[in-house]
């Protein structure tokens, strides 16, 4: 079983930049997809971008050229760089890790893109 805790949310404005972290503990070995999903009020959860063990990554097209994902070598952490922020990029954000058939989600991290 995979353990996952978001950070990094936050209030910004439009154009600013923000870094989440998602730390993952218990059975990492198991991981080999990790990927970032965000649920904006109202709307349903949609993806937002992914990475695998290989390194190979994929982005939504709203996101494509403004955010990158990444993870640390040991992959404990993955995180989200967002820049030019939207206020349609406002949403709680959720990471997740999937390994062995099994799908683990964090509990989200607030962002709000407002002036």
């Known amino acids: 079983q995979v353990q996952l805790v978001e950070s990094g949310g936050g209030l910004v404005q439009p154009g600013e930049s923000l870094k989440l972290s998602c730390a993952a503990s218990?059975?990492?070995?198991?991981?080999?997809?990790m990927d970032w999903h965000r649920q904006a009020p109202g709307k349903q959860r949609e993806f937002v971008a992914g990475?695998?063990?290989?390194?190979?990554?994929e982005y939504a097209d709203s996101v494509k050229g403004r955010f990158t994902i990444s993870t640390d070598n040991a992959w404990n952490t993955v995180y989200l760089q967002m820049s030019s922020l939207k206020p349609g990029d406002t949403a709680v954000y959720f990471c997740?890790?999937?390994?062995?058939?099994?799908?683990?989600w964090g509990q989200g991290t607030q962002v709000t893109v407002s002036s």
């Open positions: 990475v695998r063990r290989s390194g190979t990554t």
């Open positions: 997740t890790a999937f390994g062995n058939g099994a799908r683990s």
């Open positions: 218990g059975r990492i070995f198991t991981i080999n997809y």
